[in-house]
């Protein structure tokens, strides 16, 4: 049966930390198989030495929305400790902040995608607490959409922003431990870490196949399936097209009203798109873009999580939009993620060069010959930070 860090750390007595103040990054969803949520147990274990909480984007209870929607700084009512957010006035811990603790135990649920921005909210972590000297303990979770396939390319510098800090690919099929290990190391910042490993995880596993309970990490995030086609339905936020938000199956629903069914499936013929069925839709969105207006467009049922390429099947899709509808398709402005002059559809993808040979029509396929020696490169790599 699959553990997590936390129900290991909770019950070994080797964890014990003793005399050190205790810090905890966590969200809504860092709980045990019980439900029982992180915080608690921690002050059980280490009483009046837990001595703060962190939150990432999306708040301590995932109730904000996306796309600099901030949370304040409150304080809990379950553990009376402050929960310090980390998606607001600072998305990096302050030294008054981190003078509170000498460890902190970071326990957050990822989605495997590199835009996701919890990652970043370790990295700042890491980086203060090795400015600092202070310790970081990883309670390790699993990816849930698996440690096997990788997928997209590698974020290029003039890219850089707070969905994309370190050159990943969009799916990096790394658990958040392993993540922590391979930038610690690999970008230099060098604080001392440790990585309360999984048991009963291994790297073909998806989350389902886990066992363990799902609890959304962030609003839009509701199952482990929308995990799986955020990789790739994740593009849409820079663009006018719906990624499905405002209505109940984010992500897995993608369309705008000016599209139009016939002429996308048959624009989608030209590429590969193995395992998945996009099934003909309309949806109207609640709220967000296109609230209130009828989209036409395509569920995304993935019939073969294993053979599924995100990312390919949303660029074909994105492709398709771009030649089909230029009167009418837009890219969303700045500011996006903080970041207020560049194209945040260029942030998403990472590289500037997809985007424009997107543009020009150049087949998918070509498109993704172009990063295999640097995806395979990144493979090589992160071959050397597996705990599983």
Same mark, same amino acid.
């Given at each position: 049966?699959?553990?997590?860090?936390?129900? =290991?750390?909770? @019950?070994?007595?080797?964890?014990?930390?003793? /005399?050190?103040?205790?810090?905890?990054?966590?969200?809504?969803?860092?709980?045990?198989?019980?439900?029982? @949520?992180?915080?608690?147990?921690?002050?059980?274990?280490?009483?009046?030495?837990?001595?703060? !909480?962190?939150?990432?984007?999306?708040?301590?209870?995932?109730?904000?929305?996306?796309?600099?929607?901030?949370?304040? @700084?409150?304080?809990?009512?379950?553990?009376?400790?402050?929960?310090?957010? +980390?998606?607001? &006035?600072?998305?990096?811990?302050?030294?008054?902040?981190?003078?509170?603790?000498?460890?902190?135990?970071?326990?957050?649920?990822?989605?495997?995608?590199?835009?996701?921005?919890? +990652?970043?909210?370790?990295?700042?972590?890491?980086?203060?607490?090795?400015? +600092?000297?202070?310790?970081?303990?990883?309670?390790?979770?699993?990816?849930?959409?698996?440690? &096997?396939?990788?997928?997209?390319? !590698?974020?290029?510098?003039?890219?850089?922003?707070?969905?994309?800090?370190?050159?990943?690919?969009?799916?990096?099929?790394?658990?958040?431990?392993?993540?922590?290990?391979?930038?610690?190391?690999?970008?230099?910042? /060098?604080?001392?870490? &440790?990585?309360?490993?999984?048991?009963? #995880?291994?790297?073909?596993?998806?989350?389902?196949?886990?066992?363990?309970? #799902?609890?959304?990490?962030?609003?839009?995030?509701?199952?482990?399936?929308?995990?799986?086609?955020?990789?790739?339905?994740?593009? #849409? &936020?820079?663009?006018?097209?719906?990624? /499905?938000?405002?209505?109940?199956?984010?992500?897995?629903?993608?369309?705008?009203?000016? #599209?139009? @069914?016939?002429?996308?499936?048959?624009?989608?013929?030209?590429?590969?798109?193995?395992?998945?069925?996009?099934?003909?839709?309309?949806?109207?969105?609640?709220?967000?873009?296109?609230?209130?207006?009828?989209?036409?467009?395509?569920? =995304?049922?993935?019939?073969?999580?294993?053979?599924?390429?995100?990312?390919?099947?949303?660029?074909?899709?994105?492709?398709?939009?771009?030649? !089909?509808?230029?009167?009418?398709?837009?890219?969303?402005?700045?500011?996006?993620?903080?970041?207020?002059?560049?194209?945040?559809?260029?942030?998403? +993808?990472?590289?500037?060069?997809?985007?424009?040979?997107?543009?020009?029509?150049?087949?998918?396929?070509?498109?993704?010959?172009?990063?295999?020696?640097?995806?395979?490169?990144?493979?090589?790599?992160?071959?050397?930070?597996?705990?599983?």
């Amino acid at each position: 049966m699959l553990q997590v860090g936390l129900e =290991i750390v909770v @019950h070994d007595q080797s964890m014990s930390f003793p /005399g050190q103040r205790i810090g905890y990054l966590s969200n809504q969803a860092s709980t045990t198989r019980e439900f029982i @949520h992180g915080r608690i147990l921690l002050q059980q274990k280490y009483g009046a030495r837990l001595t703060c !909480l962190f939150s990432p984007q999306h708040g301590f209870f995932s109730e904000k929305q996306d796309n600099m929607i901030e949370s304040d @700084h409150i304080i809990d009512a379950v553990t009376g400790l402050p929960i310090y957010s +980390l998606y607001g &006035e600072h998305r990096k811990p302050t030294t008054e902040m981190f003078d509170q603790l000498d460890v902190l135990l970071i326990d957050l649920v990822d989605v495997g995608t590199r835009v996701y921005t919890f +990652l970043y909210t370790m990295a700042y972590c890491l980086e203060m607490a090795a400015k +600092l000297g202070k310790k970081v303990v990883v309670l390790d979770r699993p990816n849930p959409i698996g440690g &096997e396939t990788i997928e997209g390319n !590698l974020l290029q510098a003039d890219c850089n922003s707070f969905v994309g800090l370190y050159p990943l690919p969009m799916r990096h099929g790394l658990t958040f431990g392993e993540l922590a290990l391979f930038i610690n190391k690999e970008f230099g910042i /060098g604080a001392e870490l &440790e990585v309360v490993a999984l048991k009963g #995880w291994s790297r073909s596993m998806l989350f389902r196949d886990t066992g363990f309970p #799902w609890v959304c990490p962030s609003p839009n995030m509701p199952t482990p399936e929308t995990a799986l086609v955020y990789p790739g339905q994740v593009i #849409w &936020e820079g663009t006018n097209v719906s990624e /499905g938000r405002g209505t109940t199956l984010p992500f897995e629903y993608v369309g705008a009203p000016y #599209w139009r @069914h016939a002429p996308m499936i048959e624009m989608l013929k030209k590429t590969e798109l193995p395992g998945c069925h996009l099934r003909p839709i309309v949806f109207e969105p609640t709220s967000g873009k296109c609230a209130g207006e009828a989209c036409y467009g395509f569920q =995304i049922h993935v019939a073969n999580p294993q053979t599924f390429l995100s990312y390919r099947t949303s660029l074909a899709l994105l492709q398709a939009t771009i030649l !089909l509808y230029p009167e009418n398709f837009q890219y969303k402005k700045p500011p996006y993620e903080y970041e207020f002059e560049r194209l945040p559809m260029d942030l998403i +993808l990472g590289d500037r060069n997809v985007r424009n040979q997107l543009e020009d029509g150049r087949p998918i396929l070509a498109i993704e010959e172009d990063w295999q020696d640097d995806l395979q490169a990144f493979n090589r790599t992160r071959k050397k930070y597996f705990l599983y």
